[in-house]
């Protein structure tokens, strides 16, 4: 098989820099090891790391970048978990505390209309006093105001205390929730799977086997989801790449893994504030080393609204496809801090991506294509007079 030369540039830089194994393996199209992970987050090289998770992005999506026309709901914030890295949850009766009735979430639907919405992202805190009947309440609630958009809503650990609450296992309960309108189930929740971690920050919720046993679950319902993984606190080098093989292992049997987004702590208003977060080349090298150990997962997201714009900009060079979507309201991590935007426009989206050098593409949750930058040039160029036309 021929190397193009700008691949053979890159794979002279990690050979100077000690990689040159991993990049042998990752030019052959071959699973890294444990042990490659943990030198990839070590390495001083961290632009060589960069190159390489380049190099395994453009090989499956050239110079296409993801992006969607979403809606974020945040149902609640009512919360009984108490993770220390939280700075969202509430428990009833404190300033600041919510729960959103069916009717108010239909209201925030019908708000938007007008806009070309094709996702609600619908994710909360857990409080086990909300009935079962709440859960399907909402998902009709959201179809009823609008009819064609997908849902994708409920992490595992949401998912958790939906079937104890409905008393009966999640596969039971997964097909009415799927009937009422779920489609798809965000990542979140999933942290850092690590017991020493979990133990530590954030003892009530689910381990991070119950996770991936639910995650299971949902696949073999035939719903697709993402998976997320909270870095830059207290979790170790091994710990995170350790929580990466086990997102790997599992896709390998399920293959329900659609997106994997890492996750920046942010230590504004929680139980962590002494800690420092994740600098901006932190968040990069997550972006990089996920794209590279998670060959089976077929997309990386650059979050924006953790990110910032200009960082999610640079992400699409450092293995990630996609930058999530428009949103319009955004809590979790507003809370936490972050100074980004609640809300962006398509078209910003769009001159955003192409700033970055990528070539826009507009999909569904599923990707889907909905509209893509690369198609409507080449109608242009198609329908254009002669001499005038995407090269005049």
């Not at 997908?150 to 296992?169: D, W």
């Not at 942290?191 to 949902?218: C, M, N």
């Amino acid at each position: 098989m021929s190397i193009e030369p700008h691949e053979e540039r890159v794979l002279a830089r990690a050979m100077e820099a000690g990689l040159g194994e991993i990049a042998e393996k990752i030019s052959a199209g071959e699973r890294l090891s444990f042990e490659d992970g943990v030198e990839l987050y070590r390495t001083p090289h961290i632009y060589v790391v960069g190159e390489l998770a380049n190099l395994m992005r453009e090989r499956l999506h050239g110079d296409l970048a993801y992006f969607n026309v979403n809606q974020h709901i945040n149902y609640t914030n009512y919360c009984n978990k108490f993770c220390d890295f939280c700075s969202f949850d509430r428990l009833p009766g404190e300033e600041g505390a919510f729960l959103l009735t069916p009717q108010q979430i239909a209201q925030k639907i019908t708000d938007h209309l007008s806009d070309p919405v094709t996702e609600v992202h619908m994710v909360a805190g857990v409080w086990p006093k909300i009935p079962y009947g709440y859960y399907l309440d909402i998902l009709r609630a959201v179809k009823g105001a609008r009819p064609e958009i997908h849902i994708k809503g409920f992490t595992m650990v949401e998912l958790h205390q939906i079937a104890k609450s409905a008393k009966r296992p999640l596969a039971e309960v997964l097909p009415e929730l799927i009937e009422a309108g779920l489609g798809s189930c965000p990542g979140g929740g999933a942290e850092v799977f690590a017991d020493r971690v979990h133990k530590e920050g954030y003892p009530l919720k689910i381990s991070g086997q119950d996770w991936l046993d639910l995650a299971r679950t949902v696949h073999e319902a035939g719903l697709r989801s993402n998976c997320t993984m909270l870095h830059g606190h207290i979790e170790t080098v091994e710990e995170r790449v350790d929580h990466l093989d086990r997102l790997r292992l599992l896709q390998d049997d399920t293959g329900g893994f659609q997106t994997y987004i890492p996750l920046s702590f942010h230590p504004e208003n929680n139980e962590w504030s002494h800690l420092p977060g994740p600098t901006a080349l932190d968040e990069l090298r997550e972006i990089a080393v996920g794209r590279l150990l998670l060959d089976n997962i077929p997309h990386i997201k650059a979050y924006w609204i953790m990110l910032s714009i200009p960082i999610a900009q640079l992400a699409l060079s450092w293995g990630a496809d996609d930058v999530d979507g428009t949103v319009v309201e955004e809590h979790i991590y507003h809370d936490a801090g972050a100074k980004t935007p609640q809300e962006v426009k398509r078209d910003e989206l769009v001159q955003w991506i192409r700033d970055a050098g990528r070539i826009p593409v507009e999909r569904d949750t599923l990707y889907n294509v909905v509209w893509s930058a690369d198609e409507e040039q080449a109608r242009v160029g198609q329908a254009a007079p002669i001499g005038i036309g995407a090269g005049s």
